[in-house]
């Protein structure tokens, strides 16, 4: 059958294997509520259609329900039928764009920080 890290990567729920394994002996992966680092399900563990699958991520938990255990990474389109996306929508504020200042632009002035306090929604000045 197939390993549960090899099917969180097969399903490009990880980029790796390697990351797949190291989320699920962390603690961040949990198999049909029950946590898989845990004996006797560890990252060798196998996977069964039904199955459902939950990845924790800071400020989200993605839900994944096994459609069909593949163990080969395979296209995108293959990989959407392998598995039933079960999670709520990704919250907004984590798809927020980064701000980032340009290499070598060196300090923000006190102007500049003033800016990016009122871009982030922490003024406090008064008036």
Do not use: C
């Not at 399903?11 to 294997?17: H, L």
């Not at 996977?47 to 296209?75: A, M, Y």
């Amino acid at each position: 059958m197939t390993r549960i890290d090899a099917w969180l990567w097969s399903v490009r729920a990880f980029k790796t294997r390697s990351m797949a394994t190291a989320a699920i002996k962390g603690g961040h992966v949990r198999l049909n509520d029950a946590p898989v680092k845990d004996a006797p399900v560890k990252p060798a563990h196998e996977v069964h259609p039904g199955d459902v699958v939950t990845i924790r991520t800071p400020g989200w938990d993605r839900v994944l329900k096994v459609v069909q255990p593949i163990s080969k990474r395979v296209g995108a389109k293959d990989a959407a039928l392998a598995m039933e996306d079960l999670s709520l929508p990704r919250p907004a504020y984590l798809n927020a764009p980064v701000a980032r200042r340009d290499r070598g632009a060196g300090r923000p002035t006190k102007r500049d920080r003033r800016k990016i306090d009122d871009l982030m929604g922490r003024s406090n000045r008064q008036g």
